[in-house]
């Protein structure tokens, strides 16, 4: 467990069903992760631009009201190149791309729902400790290596 001090990691978290964020907001701080939480792409954005420079990952739902989790990502990585991103969604990851017509970051991770909360907390920590790879081209940009 990550001691629960201000300089442990800080995590947006995105997610339009209230349930489901709460509890993954309480299990991350019951593991010692500072949670900013919002209920969609917009109310995200704006805690961004409020706590810009301390969040390095954000874990958002794809499909939210107002902006999806794709746009928000992908507007806060403009500011942010370094910040990790976890997507979780009910769709599979090859639908989502292939409806958004978008390809995902290189070193953007997938969660799918239903998951568990070991697995959430898993691909949290591998996340936070992988270097950023953003220099990579985007999966399926035409990079045959990708």
Same mark, same amino acid.
């Given at each position: 467990?990550?001691?629960?001090?201000?300089?442990?990691?800080?995590?947006?978290?995105?997610?339009?069903?209230?349930?489901?964020?709460?509890?993954?907001?309480?299990?991350?701080?019951?593991?010692?992760?500072?949670?900013?939480?919002?209920?969609?792409?917009?109310?995200?954005?704006?805690?961004?631009?409020?706590?810009?420079? #301390?969040?390095?990952? $954000?874990?958002?739902? %794809?499909?939210?009201?107002?902006?999806?989790?794709?746009?928000? +990502? *992908?507007?806060? &990585?403009?500011?942010?190149?370094?910040?990790?991103?976890?997507?979780?969604?009910?769709?599979?990851?090859?639908?989502?791309?292939?409806?958004?017509?978008?390809?995902?970051?290189?070193?953007?991770?997938?969660?799918?729902?239903?998951? #568990?909360?070991?697995? $959430?907390?898993?691909? %949290?920590?591998?996340?936070?400790?992988?270097?950023?790879?953003? +220099? *990579?081209?985007? &999966?399926?940009?035409?990079?045959?290596?990708?």
């Amino acid at each position: 467990m990550i001691p629960n001090t201000s300089d442990a990691p800080r995590i947006l978290l995105a997610e339009d069903e209230e349930p489901l964020r709460r509890m993954v907001a309480r299990v991350l701080r019951t593991n010692g992760y500072q949670v900013v939480e919002a209920a969609d792409g917009a109310g995200a954005l704006s805690s961004w631009m409020q706590h810009s420079g #301390s969040i390095e990952m $954000l874990i958002t739902d %794809v499909i939210m009201p107002n902006i999806g989790g794709l746009e928000l +990502a *992908r507007t806060i &990585r403009l500011s942010d190149p370094d910040i990790r991103v976890i997507y979780m969604s009910g769709y599979s990851e090859a639908s989502i791309t292939r409806t958004a017509q978008v390809p995902l970051e290189p070193d953007a991770a997938w969660i799918s729902k239903p998951f #568990s909360l070991r697995d $959430l907390l898993d691909e %949290v920590r591998s996340s936070l400790e992988a270097a950023p790879v953003m +220099a *990579r081209p985007m &999966r399926g940009a035409g990079c045959p290596a990708c």
